[in-house]
């Protein structure tokens, strides 16, 4: 009888985090402080984020970086998670593929955000910080940190992107539930907000936006920090138990994948599933596709520009080396909240330019498309965000058959989508469209942006 799921013990839970940076022969830019223009140093970033988090920023050294044992200890909650045979989507498409996906919805909150929150929750309590501020898209992230604020016996606000607060309720009454204040943005409860409403009363928000908003409310309250779910080197670490358990695993199915593949918005779980592998091919040469599946709509690595930009709207925040759509860029309001975000983390960036690594752009009735897919051959109705990744896969599994030739195929099922049921509403009924992005927008928008790189 064939195996179905892969599953480890909780011995097996990684007990260091996987630094990529350490391995890269081309390391990312530096982050430039907006007034000077001048890298940053690391206790530049203390009176934003605990100073753990600051140093692993920055760490370019150390390969493995320790897990701490309580953060391990929560980890138990629903780590290792399973790595999944796809048979039944393989029959479905009748392909000489392999396909397999780690499934990180098996986490209290559905998705895989929980890695990076219980870290930086652990290490704001361990430095006596009492308050903790964040922004989410889709909500996965704020969910996620509502849930880990509580573990440590902290008081969260989450900005959550206006669009979505309206479009997933659910999601935010999770937050609510685990204790945490959840706030529309834009909000006129900071400068940011307000400034955002009058030039554009009926604005819906973006990640950009919620940031600032975020990152303003962090450096008013006294003993408070700033923590996210995406982006920044810090959590693209965190994540990456996902790609370590998912390597033993891969070996106790036999095999190992020529294509690894995670949806794209920031990029946590798409370093987490792809980072470990990656190591290989950095310090093996081994021979290893890996794949970013970003929203048409909001195409920075296939449509963006490799260019220092501000992570959020405002420009509170480092300029960061990314491949970037231009921080006032507004994304259109697809269902795949989590991957409306201007820019990419300055580690995928670099990976990108230096060609270690693919990204591929998805229409959204494709990703809805391939999900109802998944369900039906899975019996897992899948997040929008990680349909992206689902669709790509497919896409892979097509080429194969029109090549005849087997390939394995491994993807990050980041999240479910039992509280996207809206969306998939609306798909089914026929009322979602593609949005697409013309080249005069991108142009447009890029030409605004200050030319540091030259």
Partial sequence: MSTKKFLLEEKDIPTAWYNIVADMKNKPLPILNPQTKQPMKEEDLYPLFSKAASHQEMNTTDAWIEIPEEVRELYKVWRPTPLVRAYGLEKMLDTPAHIYFKNESVSPIGSHKLNSA??????????????????????????????????????????????????????????????????????????????????????????????????????????????????????????????????????????????????????????????????????????IRVIAAEPASCPKL????????????????????????????????????????????????????????????????????????????????????????????IREAEEAKKEGKARTILFNLSGHGLIDMAAYDQYLAGDLTNYEVTDEDVAKNLEELEKIIG
């Avoid at 109802?372 to 669709?391: D, K, L, V």
């Fill in 118 to 287: 219980i870290a930086q929750a652990y290490y704001c309590k361990q430095e006596g910080v009492t308050n903790i501020t964040t922004e989410t898209g889709a909500g996965q992230w704020g969910a996620a940190l509502s849930y880990a604020a509580k573990a440590f016996g902290l008081e969260l606000a989450v900005y959550m992107v206006k669009v979505s607060y309206h479009q997933k309720p659910y999601r935010r009454s999770i937050m609510q539930t685990f204790g945490a204040q959840v706030i529309a943005s834009p909000s006129m409860s900071t400068k940011a907000g307000r400034k955002i409403l009058t030039d554009h009363p009926n604005y819906q928000g973006s990640l950009g936006t919620a940031i600032s908003e975020a990152v303003e409310l962090a450096m008013q309250v006294p003993n408070c920090k700033y923590t996210l779910g995406s982006v920044l080197n810090h959590v693209m670490l965190h994540q990456t138990v996902i790609g370590l358990e998912a390597e033993k695993q891969m070996e106790m199915a036999g095999e190992y994948p020529d294509v690894v593949i995670g949806c794209f918005g920031g990029g946590s779980n798409f370093s987490g599933i792809t980072f470990p592998f990656l190591r290989h091919k950095l310090t093996d040469g081994k021979d």
């Fill in 302 to 393: 296939t449509r963006g520009q490799f260019q220092y930009d501000f992570g959020d709207e405002a420009g509170y925040t480092p300029l960061i080396p990314m491949f970037t759509l231009g921080h006032n860029f507004a994304p259109a309001n697809i269902h795949a909240g989590g991957l409306r975000y201007h820019g990419a983390g300055s580690i995928v960036s670099q990976l990108m330019k230096d060609g270690l690594m693919n990204a591929a752009d998805v229409k959204q009735l494709d990703t809805f498309k391939a999900a109802t897919m998944f369900a039906q051959a899975e019996g897992i109705i899948p997040a929008p965000e990680s349909s992206h990744a689902i669709a790509v896969a």
